[in-house]
């Protein structure tokens, strides 16, 4: 089973500025998906880091407010640009071959 | 419709009591189905997949999915206080190749000693 590993576990960030997210996996995998779960509501896609090739965004998610890398097959970011308090939410990231997920960023936008 | 619905809860029982935790899901081309569960402030923890029709036992959970219904459940049975958790039911999206998943707003679950 694959263990995931987030950085930073929680933030506090201004509004405005930007924070990337590291989440590293222990074995190869096939894709990386990353999810947003804001207070008190369930886990929404955002999108699925692709190794070699651009991020796939689902609805409602653009690559200018999230960008994502995908340098190899055991790592992603996410980047929360210009944020704002809207933003504040668990930050996940999961692999598509085991469903697990990583520990979460926590981020709160002031 | 949603494409995942879970009843919010919370859901009480009593400690040693049965939990059932239903799911219903409005895409006839999902092939899994996953159960998580979530202890507040921590990340999803996955506890059961489920990809067949009928039941499949892991321990003191039993999942057990039904797809002419479009129904997934979850049984806890003997069910502990440390239990007491919000459970998260996933589907996966029909076509989309690598599994990814649409998840329910969860169950509250609260198990009283």
């Known amino acids: 089973s694959a263990v995931i590993s987030q950085k930073p576990s929680r933030d506090i960030c201004q509004r405005g500025t930007s924070l990337t997210i590291q989440c590293q996996v222990d074995s190869q995998v096939t894709m990386m998906f990353w999810y947003r779960q804001q207070p008190g509501q369930s886990l929404t896609l955002i999108a699925t880091a692709n190794q070699g090739s651009e991020a796939t965004y689902e609805s409602g998610f653009v690559i200018d407010k999230f960008p994502i890398s995908r340098p190899n097959l055991t790592f992603s970011t996410l980047t929360v640009s210009n944020m704002s308090p809207e933003d504040s939410s668990i930050y996940l990231c999961?692999?598509?071959?085991?469903?697990?997920f990583g520990p979460g960023t926590r981020l709160t936008v002031l | 419709q949603k494409e995942v619905e879970q009843n919010s809860g919370p859901l009480s029982v009593p400690e040693g009591a049965i939990a059932s935790l239903n799911c219903t899901y409005s895409?006839?081309?999902?092939?899994?189905f996953f159960w998580y569960r979530q202890y507040s402030g921590k990340s999803p923890e996955l506890i059961m997949s489920i990809y067949s029709n009928g039941d499949k036992e892991d321990g003191r959970f039993t999942a057990q999915l039904n797809k002419a219904s479009q129904y997934v459940s979850l049984l806890i049975r003997d069910s502990q206080p440390s239990d007491s958790a919000t459970y998260l039911c996933a589907v996966d999206r029909p076509n989309t190749g690598f599994q990814k998943l649409v998840f329910g707003t969860g169950t509250r679950l609260l198990v009283s000693p």
């Open positions: 895409d006839r081309g999902s092939q899994s």
């Open positions: 999961s692999d598509s071959d085991t469903q697990y």
